[in-house]
């Protein structure tokens, strides 16, 4: 995989408004979150892209508004590692049902329960 190198022209890094020493890492995230928001970026990746923690690159995600990328089969993996080895979801899905509290921000769960 090819290292990739974004050149940003001299008059457009010149008027950026953050300090040249934060400039880097700012626009590393920035371009984090816009491939994450896009869908071009898993959020593992999107995360390391923007040198943060999961939990502090979610936290910026709910602070912009995005919404998690969360599908089904993000869901059963989950359950997956959770109960410990592949099941089928699909048969058992009134054994299985989520709730999710959240406060008036939807990325910050306080609790999930799996029953």
Do not use: W
């Not at 290292?3 to 934060?22: G, S």
């Not at 700012?26 to 923007?50: F, I, M, N």
């Not at 089928?88 to 306080?110: G, H, R």
Request: aromatic share 6%; proline share 6%.
């Amino acid at each position: 995989m090819p290292n990739l190198t974004l050149d940003i022209p001299d008059d457009v890094a010149n008027v950026l408004r953050l300090p040249p020493d934060e400039a880097g890492r700012e626009v590393r995230k920035e371009l984090a979150v816009t491939l994450y928001a896009c869908q071009l970026l898993p959020l593992g990746k999107a995360r390391k892209l923007a040198g943060l923690s999961r939990r502090d690159f979610e936290a910026l995600l709910g602070d912009r508004q995005i919404p998690r990328h969360y599908s089904t089969e993000d869901l059963e993996a989950d359950l997956d590692y959770v109960f410990g080895g592949e099941q089928d979801y699909t048969k058992q899905a009134d054994a299985v049902m989520c709730e999710t509290f959240v406060l008036s921000n939807p990325s910050k769960i306080i609790q999930t329960k799996v029953y």
